[in-house]
């Protein structure tokens, strides 16, 4: 069956870094995704990584081992605006079926 | 502002009710989705259409019917609807060969 895996939710302090895995095992792998979703909001485009290897953006960067079925989000010097849910979704072989995570929400305490 | 305009935000409706739910999307993208997100669940992909064609068949009750008229504007239809439908419909975007998926703010339904 797919199924994608990440931790419900984390706690981390503003200023700080924060590290939110995300593990998957699918019939098939064209690219990961990563989402934040703020609370009543719509989930927006963080980063997208299909080959192994880090792609920075920012406070935040993304990391992929497709040999492992393992992705990292990394959001670092943390705001009290990162509070929210982030989604990871890996896109199988369709361009359109993306198989998504429950989310984790991210609390961040002063 | 992301470019995908859905109406109306909120919604309640009882189970006998027939509503819909507008999406409407200004990116000039091809493809378009409806998608059902419940709490602390995987956002579930309801529909999918890319140059108005329906393309994806995923196991959906009757009782949601979409509708894609044009390429920029999306329907889903509801009728008889019951409680465990409750959840925030979000409708989504993207080029028919884009990697990048763009939502719009939802839909909050609640059925009673």
């Known amino acids: 069956g797919q199924n994608i895996d990440q931790p419900t939710e984390m706690t981390a302090t503003e200023g700080a870094i924060v590290q939110i895995n995300c593990t998957y095992q699918t019939s098939g792998f064209n690219g990961l995704f990563w989402y934040q979703q703020h609370a009543g909001e719509a989930p927006t485009f963080l980063s997208y990584?299909?080959l192994d290897g880090l792609e920075e953006k920012g406070r935040f960067s993304s990391f992929l081992s497709r040999s492992k079925g393992y992705s990292y989000l990394l959001l670092k010097e943390l705001q009290m605006k990162d509070s929210a849910s982030y989604l990871c979704a890996v896109r199988r072989d369709s361009n359109y079926q993306l198989i998504w995570g429950a989310g984790t929400k991210l609390i961040i305490k002063p | 502002e992301t470019g995908v305009t859905q109406t109306p935000r909120h919604l309640v409706m009882g189970m006998t009710n027939k509503k819909s739910l507008k999406c409407e999307q200004h990116l000039g993208h091809n493809a378009m989705y409806w998608y059902k997100q419940s709490a602390k669940k995987p956002l579930e992909l309801m529909f999918v259409?890319?140059?108005?064609?329906?393309?994806e068949n995923n196991s959906v009750p009757s009782r949601f019917s979409p509708e894609c008229p044009n390429s920029s504007h999306l329907f889903l239809h509801l009728h008889t609807l019951q409680p465990e439908d409750s959840a925030l419909y979000l409708c989504?975007?993207?080029?028919?060969?884009?990697?990048?998926?763009?939502f719009g703010e939802g839909s909050w339904l609640t059925v009673v």
């Open positions: 259409y890319s140059l108005e064609e329906r393309v």
């Open positions: 989504a975007s993207s080029q028919a060969s884009g990697n990048t998926i763009y």
């Open positions: 990584n299909v």
